[in-house]
């Protein structure tokens, strides 16, 4: 079993930044492919960003790319996502998942556990 919260949501106006953090407990954080996903009210849940468990690997939905980075400290098992650059239709619910496999998803599907989620606002 791995533990995931998440911590770092809350309210930005368009055009700032926010910094997501998700500790894991449990079993050994280093071997497991790390993802962000988000779900919008109304929406279904969406791939953000993954990385894989030595960071060689790093995945970003287009919507995000340029503006977000994945990273992990396997040393404080901690994953990060930061946020710049943000616009309101990035508000949802930010969830951080471990995939235990080698290789990285986009697909919520593969991954066996979840945080309970973040808010993210951001104002216009």
Known sequence: QVQLVESGG???????SLRLSCAASGRTFSRYCMGWFRQAPGKEREFVATITWRGDRI??????????TISRDNAKNTVYLQMNSLKPED??????????????SLDSGAYDYWGQGTQVTVSS
């Open 10 to 16: 809350g309210l930005v106006q368009a055009g700032g």
């Open 59 to 68: 995945y970003y939905a287009d919507s995000v790319k340029g503006r977000f």
């Open 91 to 104: 508000t949802a619910v930010y969830y951080c998942a471990a995939d235990d496999d080698i290789a990285p």
